[in-house]
Structure formats: structure tokens, C-alpha cells
């Protein structure tokens, strides 16, 4: 089976966010991989070992998404990509994103795409299915649960804490929901090994578009933070009194019950 | 400039959610004066037609087919690119829901257009209208715009208010047949799972529970304190890892976010990735017995004490009220 994932360099989640001069300051900040493309890549990681074939990990990044990409290798992925658009691109939105991912895996001959549900920085969950869409491939979101027997596949798809029980076929994208499995560490052999793995650079030039192809369609107006919460009241007293105390406020101060 | 905009009604267990209304008061915002078009897809739905205009919809455009009877991402975006190519219109609206997340990047990618998703705000109207939404999960906020083609959003359930229903409203109600084909998914099964019926997303209360209520039966008085309020129980990602309750419920930077009237924090630390899901909502109410949880800090009332003794009392405070008023 030819295998991709799509994983993307993001701030730790412990990270605070700190904003300066109108942009999210990245400076001393630690990288992750973004924690749902980690489920994908385990998945498929399971699925290879189960039924044979190659696992290629691929981002749109900077040279600092070598990192991410390494460490996606060293959890067992075999090869990877990185689309370095540092130098042709200003801006990169989810429209665009999708379409430089679309032009490198359209002659792949992709059995699966495996990506996250959702980037934890940018949060919008389109480019996965906006990347099947532009392949012309079936796509299933928020997945728990896949298993592939010959081209049929059956998911078990996460719709608000319901699960959807799902029958599709190859080639298909999905997207990872949590408890799809435990993703790995990568282990120390594994970070050896990941050295010697091919991680190739491509730029847009390699991939036939121009920067028009991949012009923005948002703009950023503003970026800022929420309002700091006041600190609140800790209640005081006998415990039977803080909770009438308590019921009294949401009722008649708060208004919310 | 008066913008034509058609907005998605979703249809859940045979009625509108209401994020739906919530959606036709942020297309009339974009639509600046111009007109606001409900769309509904289903095997059976023109008789929720009127419900959508009561809320503010001009009128109601409805594509039924036994194919639409489940939602695929297939069937709907056949269905709701036939509309859109009758209606031409310059903008539409979505539910930042399970289907609204699902279907609008595929339709966006057809349409070759931008897409603002999860706005939990809008600033301005017409062509000028700005958008408020999320980044690294509510931490940070961006104010964004569409730059060119249709304005293309999901907004966020709970976050902008629906039309004051007036039951007065009339308009015209019509369907375009569409030979909706080639599904390439079959949902075999629905398996319900959500403890409570109300939604997490779109619930008034939320009651939380973490590792402090130490197993699943612990969660029983959050239930019976979150029926009671008619909200949804969630819960921390160390409830869910110690299997206290399913990941469904889970409230955080890699769970659900949540923006409740009220937040019920109980057992739960405050840890930065459970704040980021849950820290906008109006008010908190914080119950831990550590008196320095980090969730005292985000939290509007606290009570230092045991869960175990205070859920109960709260009931019991809750069914008196009710009784009282
Ligand atoms: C006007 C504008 C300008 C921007 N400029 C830049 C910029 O210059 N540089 C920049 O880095 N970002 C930029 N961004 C942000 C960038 O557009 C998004 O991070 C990117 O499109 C992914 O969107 P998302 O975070 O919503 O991911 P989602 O759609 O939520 O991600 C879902 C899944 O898609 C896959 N995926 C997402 N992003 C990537 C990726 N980069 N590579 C591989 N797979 C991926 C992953 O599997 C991920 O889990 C800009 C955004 C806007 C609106
Ligand atoms: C990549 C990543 C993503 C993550 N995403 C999320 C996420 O989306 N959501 C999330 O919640 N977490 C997330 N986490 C985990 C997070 O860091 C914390 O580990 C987790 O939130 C802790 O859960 P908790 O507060 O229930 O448990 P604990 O931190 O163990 O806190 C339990 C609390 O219960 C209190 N307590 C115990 N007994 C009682 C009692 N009888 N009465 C009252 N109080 C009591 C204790 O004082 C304590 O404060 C993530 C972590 C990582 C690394």
C-alpha cells in the first residue's frame, strides 16, 4: 500500500502565545508535531506493518518542519517530504496549503491519506478535505476506527459522541480523531535509523505552480489576544453555606441559571 | 452593497439545530439588507421550512432524495452545489458543526473559494463584515476577511444570538429536484453515545468532570446535576486516559471547545491544554479540594472542597430554586 500522511509543525501545546508587532511570536517556542497528525502517522505506521508498503510523511513548512519530520521517520515512517515555501511564499492559506499538497500527491498512485482532524494553531480542519477533494478522492473525517480488508474499508467515524459505523472504499483520505490508538514514542534505534531515512526538499518550482496557482483567498485583518479573566471569588464559610452562596450568585448575579 | 446568502439548516433527529438560527442572524449580517436563503437537504424536510423563516430566512430552497436521508459529503455537496448554482449567491453560512466541518472544506475546494471556519464573532456587515475566530485553540483570536469570491463561513455554535423568533414571518418555499448519485460512502450504523441528548457543543451548562472523580460512577452526580441544569457532562483529558468516561467528551486543546453559559469544573486541575477548550465560556464555577488548582485562576466562583460533598449539595440547592421559581 502507498501511504501518505500529512503532518504539520505546531506549537507545543504548553506553549503561551505571545503577540508582537501585529504577529505570534515564534521566537524560544517549542515545536511539536501537531498532536492529531501524530494518531494519523501511528496508524499509518499499523496499517504497513499489517498489510506491506510504504509510509511518506509530507509537509508544507520551513526548514525547521525537518525536525517534526525526523521525528515522524524515527516513529517509523520511511520516507518524507518537505515543501519548503519559505522562499517563494509570504502567505499560505488553507486554499493554498491544499493545493500544493494535491499537486505532489496527485501522480503518487495513493491508496491512503492519512492527515489530522485539525491543526491545534490554525484550527480549521479544511485541508484534508480539500486535498481529497482536489485528488478526487473520497474522504472520512474525525475517524476512531479503520480497518482495510482488500480495497473495502470500515471506519468508525466520531459525529459529537456518537460514532458513525462507515463502508468506503480505496483510494480514500481520512482525517484522526482522538482514540483512534496510543501514537508510539520513537524509540532510540528508531532515532538512529531515522538519520539515514530519505527526507526529500521540494519547492513550488518542482511541482509545476507558480505563486499565482496559490494565491491567498483570506486576508489576516488582526490577530490579538483574549481578555485577561479577573480573578475570581473563592467562596468562604461553613461548605452547605458556600454552596447556597454559590446557587444564589449564578441565579441572581451571573444570571446563567 | 445588499448580498444575496444561503444558509445551511441543519437537521438533527428530525428538527432544525439551532445553531441553524444562529446561522441565518450571521447571514443577514453579511447580507447588509440583501436577502437570506435557507437551503435544507434531506429525504423529508419542507415541513421545517417555516421554522427557518420564523428566525429571519427571506425564503427556503429544500432538495429531498432518499440519498439525503444520511449525511454524506457526496450526497450534500451535490445537493447544495445545485442551489448554489440557481442562487449564485455572495455569500453562505454553515454550522461549525460535525457536518458543517465536514462538508464546507469539499464545497469551498469546488468552488475554488476561501473559507472562514468556526467564526465566533462578526464585526461590520456587507463586503466590510470582519471575522472573529479561534487560533492555536482560543489562546489567541484573528480578525479575518475573505478577500475575493463568495464570503464562505462556519460559525461556532453558542457564540452569535439567533433572531428573536417571530412567528408572523412568511415566505415562499420551494424545491429543486437533483439526481443525487454515486454516494461513495454507506453509513452502515449510528451508534448514540452522548450521555445526556444535549449536545456538548451547543449546551447552556456544561459539567465537567477530571481525574478527581476517580471512576466512571463518579460521574453519575455530574449527569444527574448536568440533566437537572439541561446541559451535557465533558470531561478532562485525565478522566478520559484513566477510562472514566468515552474521548468523545473530552474539553480541551485536543478535545472539544466549548463556550457554555456556565462551566462546571469539578476535580479538574486547570491544566493549559483543558483551558484552552473551555476559558471562554461566561461564567466558571471551579470545585477542587486543592486550593491552589490552577483552575482557581480562570474560575469566576470557587469552592475549595470535596466533590463528592458539594455535587450532591448543589442538587439539591438546584431543586430547590426550581421549586421556588
Ligand atoms: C492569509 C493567511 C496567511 C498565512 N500565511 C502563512 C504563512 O506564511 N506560513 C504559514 O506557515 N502559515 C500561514 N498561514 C496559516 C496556514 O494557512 C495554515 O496553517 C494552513 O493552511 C493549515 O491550516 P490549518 O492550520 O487550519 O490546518 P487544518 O486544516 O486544521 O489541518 C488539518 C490537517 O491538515 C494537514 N495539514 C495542515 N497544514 C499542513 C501543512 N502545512 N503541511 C502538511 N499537512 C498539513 C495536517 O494533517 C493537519 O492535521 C496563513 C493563513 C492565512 C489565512
Ligand atoms: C498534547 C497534549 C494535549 C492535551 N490535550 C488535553 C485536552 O484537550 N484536554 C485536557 O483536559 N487535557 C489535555 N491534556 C492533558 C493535560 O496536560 C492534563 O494532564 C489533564 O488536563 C489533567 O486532567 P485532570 O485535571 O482531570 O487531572 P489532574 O491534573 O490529575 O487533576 C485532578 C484534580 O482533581 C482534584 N481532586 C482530586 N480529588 C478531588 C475531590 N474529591 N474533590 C475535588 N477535587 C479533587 C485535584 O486536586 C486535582 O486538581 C493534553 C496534554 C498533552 C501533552
Known sequence: MNIFVLVKRTFDTEEKIVIANGKIQEDGAEFIINPYDEYAIEEAIQVRDAKGGKVTVVTIGGEDAEKQLRTALAMGADEAVLINTEDDLDELDQYSAAIILAEYLKDKEVDLILAG?????????????????????????????????????????????????????????????????????????????????????????DLDLDEDDVEVKIEIVDIFLPPQKAAGRVLEGELSQQVKELVNLLHSEAKVV | MANKVLVLGEVRDGVLRNVSFEAVAAAKQIADGGEVVGVLLGDSVTQLANELITYGADRVVT????????????????????????????????GHTSLGKDLSPKLASKLKSGLISDVTEIEGSGEDAVFVRPIYSGKAFEKVKIKDGVIFVTIRPNNIKPLDKNASLTGDVASISVDVQNLRTIIKDVVRKATTGVDLSEAKVVVAGGRGVKSSEGFEPLKELANLLGGAVGASRGACDADYCDYSLQIGQTGKVVTPDLYIAAGISGAIQHLAGMSNSKVIVAINKDPEANIFKVADYGIVGDLFEVIPMLIEEFKALKVNS
Open chain 1, 117 to 205: 482532524n485539525v491543526a491545534i494553531d490554525g484550527g480549521t480542519g479544511q485541508v484534508g478535505p480539500r486535498v481529497a477533494d482536489l485528488l478526487g478522492i473520497n474522504y472520512v473525517t474525525t475517524i476512531t476506527d479503520l480497518e482495510i480488508d482488500g480495497t473495502n474499508v470500515k471506519i468508525v467515524r466520531d459525529i459529537e459522541g456518537d460514532s458513525e459505523v462507515i463502508e468506503t472504499s480505496l483510494p480514500l483520505l481520512v482525517t484522526a480523531q482522538q482514540g483512534l490508538n496510543e501514537p508510539r514514542y520513537p524509540s532510540l534505534p528508531g532515532i538512529m535509523k531515522a538519520k539515514k531515512k530519505p527526507l526529500a526538499e521540494l519547492e513550488l518550482d
Open chain 2, 63 to 94: 432538495v429531498e432524495h432518499p440519498h439525503l436521508k444520511a449525511y454524506t459529503s457526496d450526497g450534500y455537496s451535490q445537493a447544495f452545489l445545485a442551489v448554489y448554482e440557481q442562487e449564485k449567491p455572495e455569500g453562505v453560512v454553515f
